[in-house]
């Protein structure tokens, strides 16, 4: 099963649901950080890495001998990421998609990809936990790529938790993708409430069964129950607002670890995923 | 008649929910009647602080997707050969190929190599951006459409539309509430902004989130200042994050104490300098040392 963890707003506490769940699942899980531009569940879960692999992205390179400048890959290309002028074209790397269109179109085959990095993908193992993080380079805009090489080692007869990044735009809709299940997590305040609506208009788009953890029970109001009930939205977890959690987060503790009171509160979670999933989700 | 200049002060923070857009609509009522420009258009939050009145409302449309018109579809299979996306799902017996359009990235591949020709290629409707009137000063948002692509070029956007009501109306300063992270959208949020506010908070994350941030600060030339958010959860790590920014480059602006008033000034529709909250007093410290217009 592949079960996303995932918010519309920042902050509300997708990594510790993510690595305390993964702790409590046990030996065998993978945690995979899809959070490529900020990865944080290494300094939870630390474990030693047992590998690293560069990511690429295909560009292209144009071998100015073969181009006539007839300017067809400018005219393909929906990203301005190549451009011609009439002669031989100037590429823009950091907005190519890497479509691979302008290598397809050229008449000429004067156009060839070649990688260009984007990031690092890392493999560490923490108590028999498999985890596996993206790790964007600084001034890389695209995410996706990477997420998507996060996900291609994913092995599917295992259980797979994704801890998403914050939003509702394409890198988040790139992690739970092809997800059994997404739990959403948000805080019972008026941001929480508005962004856990983004969150869930987005994931019936994808068609994703999904269930809610509220954190931070008691920081705020209770909007965020109403809406849940009135929309027939599960409450899979509450966590209460206890500010020696912050504090053993501000640490790199493990809740379960730190406040050995909390355990059952994810054996539970993991339960409540099972149970609801199985009964046809929604 | 001289110019003035329109400055620019854009709040990231890296980690996500460390408090930009309270601290944001905060300066929005320190300063003195600013632009406000949300540019976090996946998840603004910020029009829940400012109530606005929405004075102009602008459909944002942008790129393309492809859309397999079923009756011409062969079936030859050469569109999901060449889609590096993932959007082509391949139809069953007899049945033709269809686009998955959360997948697709508007390439055009497929539209171009169809060799029956049966790939429609619309534009799409990625969003809307609004200008609004607030109790601090016109601002400008926008919302992005559910699963839509081009949040960089929204963000863009609301940036220019912001700068542009600024210069027309005579107002020196822009106050962008950035989104978290450091790709596309925070790229496009900062690029050529005059000053950054990166707002953390002292955990491990938070440090650790606030290297990278400053690093592609320093990668587009900004200059940074920092202010720790929830100090006293950790007041070691908050004197660690401190020495960190120092050494990455960037001015320290303060620190606001952890401050449970800032959830009931939201839930007021309130700034948290609206309220008698005790960090009030420090938000205002940190926006007096930016000394901005």
Same mark, same amino acid.
């Given at each position: 099963?592949?079960?996303?963890?995932?918010?519309?707003?920042?902050?509300?506490?997708?990594?510790?649901?993510?690595?305390?769940?993964?702790?409590?699942?046990?030996?065998?899980?993978?945690?995979?950080?899809?959070?490529?531009?900020?990865?944080?569940?290494?300094?939870?879960?630390?474990?030693?890495?047992?590998?690293?692999?560069?990511?690429?992205?295909?560009?292209?390179?144009?071998?100015?001998?073969?181009?006539?400048?007839?300017?067809?890959?400018?005219?393909?290309?929906?990203? +301005?990421?190549?451009?011609?002028?009439?002669?031989?074209?100037?590429?823009?790397?950091?907005?190519? +998609?890497?479509?691979?269109?302008?290598?397809?179109?050229?008449?000429?085959?004067?156009?060839?990809?070649?990688?260009?990095?984007?990031?690092? @993908?890392?493999?560490?193992?923490?108590?028999?936990?498999?985890?596996?993080?993206?790790?964007?380079?600084?001034?890389?805009?695209?995410?996706?790529?990477?997420?998507?090489?996060?996900?291609?080692?994913?092995?599917?007869?295992?259980?797979?938790?994704?801890?998403?990044?914050?939003?509702?735009?394409?890198?988040?809709?790139?992690? @739970?993708?092809?997800?059994?299940?997404?739990?959403?997590?948000?805080?019972?305040?008026?941001?929480?409430? +508005?962004?856990?609506?983004?969150?869930?208009?987005?994931?019936?788009?994808?068609?994703?069964?999904?269930?809610?953890?509220?954190?931070?029970?008691?920081?705020?109001?209770?909007?965020?129950?109403?809406?849940?009930?009135?929309?027939?939205?599960?409450?899979?977890?509450?966590?209460?607002?206890?500010?020696?959690?912050?504090?053993?987060?501000?640490?790199?503790?493990?809740?379960?670890?730190?406040?050995?009171?909390?355990?059952?509160?994810?054996?539970?979670?993991?339960?409540?995923?099972?149970?609801?999933?199985?009964?046809?989700?929604? | 008649?001289?110019?003035?200049?329109?400055?620019?002060?854009?709040?990231?923070?890296?980690?996500?929910?460390?408090?930009?857009?309270?601290?944001?609509?905060?300066?929005?009522?320190?300063?003195?009647?600013?632009?406000?420009?949300?540019?976090?258009?996946?998840?603004?939050?910020?029009?829940?602080?400012?109530?606005?009145?929405?004075?102009?409302?602008?459909?944002?449309?942008?790129?393309?997707?492809?859309?397999?018109?079923?009756?011409?579809?062969?079936?030859?299979?050469?569109?999901?050969?060449?889609?590096?996306?993932?959007?082509?799902?391949?139809?069953?017996?007899?049945?033709?190929?269809?686009?998955?359009?959360?997948?697709?990235?508007?390439?055009?591949?497929?539209?171009?190599?169809?060799?029956?020709?049966?790939?429609?290629?619309?534009?799409?409707?990625?969003?809307?951006?609004?200008?609004?009137?607030?109790?601090?000063?016109?601002?400008?948002?926008?919302?992005?459409?559910?699963?839509?692509?081009?949040?960089?070029?929204?963000?863009?956007?609301?940036?220019?539309?912001?700068?542009?009501?600024?210069?027309?109306?005579?107002?020196?300063?822009?106050?962008?509430?950035?989104?978290?992270?450091?790709?596309?959208?925070?790229?496009?949020?900062?690029?050529?902004?005059?000053?950054?506010?990166?707002?953390?908070?002292?955990?491990?994350?938070?440090? +650790?989130?606030?290297?990278?941030?400053?690093?592609?600060?320093?990668?587009?030339?900004?200059?940074?200042?920092?202010?720790?958010?929830?100090?006293?959860?950790?007041?070691?790590?908050?004197?660690?994050?401190?020495?960190?920014?120092?050494?990455?480059?960037?001015?320290?602006?303060?620190?606001?104490?952890?401050?449970?008033?800032?959830?009931?000034?939201?839930?007021?529709?309130?700034?948290?300098?609206?309220?008698?909250?005790?960090?009030?007093?420090?938000?205002?410290?940190?926006?007096?040392?930016?000394?901005?217009?």
């Amino acid at each position: 099963m592949i079960i996303s963890v995932a918010s519309g707003k920042g902050g509300t506490g997708k990594t510790t649901v993510s690595v305390n769940l993964a702790r409590t699942i046990g030996a065998g899980v993978q945690l995979l950080d899809c959070d490529v531009e900020e990865p944080n569940a290494h300094l939870f879960l630390k474990g030693r890495e047992i590998g690293s692999d560069i990511v690429t992205i295909p560009i292209p390179t144009v071998d100015e001998s073969l181009c006539d400048g007839c300017g067809e890959c400018g005219r393909l290309c929906r990203y +301005h990421a190549i451009v011609s002028f009439g002669s031989a074209p100037l590429v823009f790397p950091d907005l190519c +998609h890497g479509c691979g269109g302008c290598a397809l179109v050229c008449p000429r085959g004067a156009i060839r990809e070649t990688g260009k990095r984007i990031g690092v @993908v890392e493999t560490r193992d923490a108590d028999g936990i498999t985890l596996i993080q993206g790790r964007l380079d600084i001034g890389v805009a695209m995410a996706p790529p990477l997420i998507r090489a996060v996900k291609s080692r994913l092995n599917r007869e295992k259980t797979a938790i994704l801890d998403a990044p914050p939003g509702t735009s394409c890198p988040v809709i790139a992690t @739970v993708r092809g997800s059994d299940f997404v739990v959403l997590v948000t805080e019972p305040t008026p941001f929480g409430l +508005h962004d856990l609506g983004l969150a869930i208009e987005m994931i019936r788009e994808i068609a994703v069964p999904f269930g809610v953890v509220v954190n931070r029970m008691g920081a705020g109001d209770d909007r965020v129950h109403r809406f849940c009930r009135d929309e027939g939205v599960p409450i899979l977890l509450e966590i209460p607002d206890d500010r020696r959690i912050a504090e053993a987060y501000s640490r790199g503790e493990l809740m379960v670890d730190a406040l050995p009171d909390y355990t059952d509160h994810f054996a539970t979670l993991m339960w409540n995923i099972r149970d609801f999933r199985n009964s046809g989700g929604k | 008649m001289s110019e003035t200049k329109v400055e620019e002060l854009v709040i990231i923070s890296g980690k996500g929910g460390t408090g930009k857009t309270s601290i944001t609509a905060s300066f929005a009522v320190l300063a003195g009647f600013p632009v406000i420009a949300d540019c976090d258009v996946d998840a603004a939050d910020m029009h829940l602080i400012l109530t606005p009145a929405v004075r102009e409302r602008h459909e944002f449309w942008c790129g393309n997707e492809a859309v397999i018109r079923r009756a011409d579809c062969i079936r030859c299979g050469k569109c999901l050969d060449l889609c590096r996306f993932g959007a082509i799902i391949p139809g069953g017996e007899g049945e033709s190929y269809s686009v998955d359009p959360v997948a697709c990235e508007g390439c055009g591949v497929c539209v171009r190599f169809c060799p029956a020709q049966a790939i429609d290629f619309p534009e799409s409707l990625s969003g809307e951006w609004m200008v609004s009137e607030t109790r601090c000063g016109p601002m400008v948002h926008a919302r992005l459409g559910i699963a839509a692509e081009n949040s960089g070029k929204l963000v863009s956007t609301v940036r220019r539309e912001a700068k542009r009501l600024a210069e027309e109306n005579g107002h020196r300063l822009v106050l962008v509430d950035g989104p978290p992270g450091i790709g596309c959208p925070v790229i496009a949020s900062m690029t050529g902004a005059s000053k950054a506010l990166v707002v953390t908070e002292p955990t491990v994350s938070g440090e +650790h989130d606030l290297e990278r941030v400053l690093k592609l600060a320093r990668h587009f030339d900004i200059p940074a200042a920092v202010c720790v958010n929830k100090w006293d959860l950790n007041p070691e790590m908050t004197g660690r994050i401190e020495t960190l920014a120092i050494r990455s480059g960037a001015r320290i602006a303060g620190r606001i104490r952890y401050d449970r008033a800032v959830t009931s000034a939201q839930i007021k529709k309130k700034a948290v300098v609206e309220i008698d909250a005790p960090s009030a007093e420090d938000i205002r410290r940190v926006w007096e040392s930016l000394d901005l217009p």
